[in-house]
């Protein structure tokens, strides 16, 4: 068996280890494309392998009609929106995530940013602090959860609103629960993202959303950069001069972003949120154990797309 990892923003040295460990304890091969860039190296590298780790690498239909040997497909993240489901079902090919794995670090990340923001970017004025300021975290999974834990060490006034999540779910958290994205818009100075980005969240997050955040708003996203209604949200910007977007997510249209809101915007140069050493291990590890299993004792927990 070959495992191919295939990740363009790689992964820690550490972690890649610890899945040349796995994989070769397995006794199967482990094969590194890293950093390739262009989309044909890895149709090249995807010909011969039964199975890749994937990050946010893109695996359409062409990648899997290139790799004819292929039975699965890791990613080994949270987010598959850059995975095609039905083509790899289509390809009796088995898709799975690696959920909960990486959430801490994007939990972190996503406070860095709070705290950038309010200290007006570092650039050395007096800031405000998160203490007492109302957070709304849009969507309470994984990441959403851990941002909730370390949220109230910083003592924030946490709510949070999720279309699927049990309200008592939330409540047992200690953390308030609304009953629609718009009361939780309205309510928080501080938004979180944490929404996948599908059909139905793409471009959702938009101008009349993020408009009934009260003065001073903070909108903070470690999600995808699909959600954001980008000419809605600089529409917005332009006319609340006291909003503040922050992102991992560099937007399509960055440089209008940061020439018209200097001092007010930020994106990260590369999605940062999981680029840390334990992301990485827990990730990835998780991810070449989860082909094991699948190859050895048929174990197709987390699989994500249908068969
Ligand atoms: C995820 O969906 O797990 C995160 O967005 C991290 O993505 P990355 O592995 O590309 O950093």
Do not use: W
Request: charged share 25%; proline share 3%.
């Amino acid at each position: 068996m070959k495992v191919l990892v295939a990740t363009d923003k790689p992964f820690a040295k550490v972690a890649v280890d610890g899945i040349r460990k796995e994989v070769e304890a397995a006794g199967y091969e482990l094969v590194l494309l890293e950093k390739y860039g262009e989309k044909a190296k890895l149709l090249e590298a995807v010909k011969d392998v039964d199975a890749i780790i994937i990050r946010s690498d893109v695996v359409d239909a062409e990648v899997l009609d290139a790799a004819k040997q292929l039975k699965i497909v890791v990613r080994a993240g949270a987010g598959y929106d850059n995975v095609d489901l039905a083509a790899a079902t289509a390809h009796n090919v088995c898709v799975m995530n690696t959920p909960g794995q990486n959430s801490n670090a994007v939990a972190e990340l996503a406070l860095g940013l709070m705290v950038m923001a309010v200290r007006n970017m570092y650039n050395g004025t007096s800031g405000t602090e998160l203490k007492g300021k109302k957070l709304g975290i849009h969507a309470y999974g994984n990441v959403g959860r851990n941002v909730a834990r370390i949220a109230k060490g910083f003592g924030m006034d946490i709510y949070a609103f999720d279309a699927f999540c049990p309200k008592e779910a939330i409540e047992a958290d200690g953390v308030k629960a609304v009953a629609s994205a718009e009361e939780l818009y309205s309510t928080c100075q501080v938004i979180s993202l944490h929404i996948p980005a599908t059909t139905e969240t793409k471009n959702s997050i938009g101008y009349d959303l993020v408009g009934k955040m009260p003065k001073g708003a903070l909108l903070v996203n470690t999600a995808r950069k699909e959600v954001i209604n980008e000419p809605e949200l600089l529409k917005l910007m332009e006319e609340r001069t006291d909003l503040k977007y922050v992102t991992d997510i560099m937007p399509a249209s960055n440089a209008e972003f940061a020439e018209r809101f200097a001092g007010r915007y930020f994106s990260t140069p590369k999605k940062m949120g999981a680029q840390t050493a334990e992301a990485n291990i827990n990730a990835g590890i998780a991810a070449a154990r989860q082909i094991v299993g699948y190859f050895k004792d048929g174990c197709e927990k987390f699989r994500v797309n249908k068969k």
